[in-house]
């Protein structure tokens, strides 16, 4: 593991939204504004330490800015697909991705990765 790097928290933004039932379907683009909102001003709890986080966006919520703290990659595809690149591309640095989704799980753990759930963010 690089231990020089801060831990690189992945979030799915779509899997993470879409976990609270708060109407977030009348609105993606803003439910996503509104995560990476809260990650900015909250960090991800219970994590000591510094993290850097990147939120995974990806259709109606493509185009949201990024903001101090949070880097948003806008997925030109598969959300998944992008964040098993970023898993790949930071290979050998402590990475966590935010997801329930069990497919992408898998996907990221095989590349060294840990995971969490969406409640991880909720906090």
Known sequence: MNSDAPLLVIVDAANVVGSVPDGWWRDRRGAAERLRDRLAAQGVPGRAGPVEIVLVVEGAARGVESVAGVRVES????????????????????????????????????????TAGPRTVHG
Request: aromatic share 0%; proline share 0%.
């Open 75 to 114: 997925a030109s595809g598969s959300g998944d697909d992008r964040m098993v690149e970023l898993v790949a591309e930071a290979r050998g640095r402590d990475t966590l991705v935010v997801t329930a989704d069990r497919e992408l799980r898998d996907r990221v753990t095989a590349l060294g990765a840990r």
